[in-house]
């Protein structure tokens, strides 16, 4: 199918402290790959995914931004306008999930007031070297009204990686639709209303004859 072929666009965001596997999750999603020396993202990263959703066809737009700090600025305009975030952090790595907090403020700052949040316990592989309980990850997105799972990108045990996506993917695709078809509706509206040239007076009530 040509890139070009979909009925609705729709953006998601990926962010996260460097590291913790934004580029892989996004890998697997599309590509269903795993890069064991992936690079450092610079700036930001684009890749498309087209997928059906109540038989329609949505091209989704995934930005990969960079973790490291000095790319902030890029991130935080990444955001700008899209209906979903997915935050990641590895559970092996406590630091990740203490600066998660960072990223909850520039998601404040910066995206729309109902943009929806998926947060990632990433690298759940690598178990043995876990710092951050599963309970706490869910107990934070419950603080926060976020969605909450835990994958890794490496193993992608049960397609969690799938999975987690189309959580997120479930609600904003439906919100992005609905408000087409809102603008769509008012559009059309606007265009009846406005081939109704003069309405007919109403008739003014009869006088009754004492
Ligand atoms: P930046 O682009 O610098 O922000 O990093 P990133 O968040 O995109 O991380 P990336 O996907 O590049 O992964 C960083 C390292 O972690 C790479 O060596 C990956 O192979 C590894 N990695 C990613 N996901 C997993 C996972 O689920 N399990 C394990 N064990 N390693 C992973
Ligand atoms: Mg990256």
Not at 121 to 136: C, I, Q, W, Y
Request: proline share 2%; with cysteine.
């Amino acid at each position: 199918m040509e890139d070009t072929e979909y009925d609705y666009s729709h953006k998601l965001t990926l962010l996260g402290e460097a590291g913790v596997g934004k580029t892989n999750l996004i890998l697997r999603f599309v590509d269903n790959k795993f890069e064991p020396s992936s690079k450092p993202t610079i700036g930001v990263d684009t890749k498309y995914k087209i997928i059906t959703y109540e038989g329609r066809k949505v091209r989704i737009q995934l930005w990969d931004t960079a973790g490291q700090e000095r790319f902030r600025a890029t991130s935080a305009q990444s955001i700008r306008g899209v209906s979903g975030v997915v935050l990641v952090y590895d559970i092996s790595k406590r630091e990740t999930f203490d600066r998660i907090e960072k990223y909850v403020s520039l998601i404040a700052d910066n995206a729309a007031r109902d943009v929806r949040v998926l947060l990632i316990g990433n690298k759940m592989d690598l178990l043995e070297n876990r710092n951050v309980t599963a309970e706490e990850g869910r107990k934070f997105a419950d603080a926060h009204g976020y969605f909450f799972v835990e994958t890794s990108a490496l193993t992608n045990e049960g397609n969690c990686v799938e999975k987690a996506f189309d959580m997120l993917l479930k609600e904003t695709v439906k919100d992005v639709i609905e408000r087409e078809e809102k603008m769509e509706r008012e559009a059309l509206e606007r265009e009846r209303g406005s081939s109704i040239l003069i309405k007919p007076p109403k008739k003014a009530a009869e006088k009754k004859c004492c």
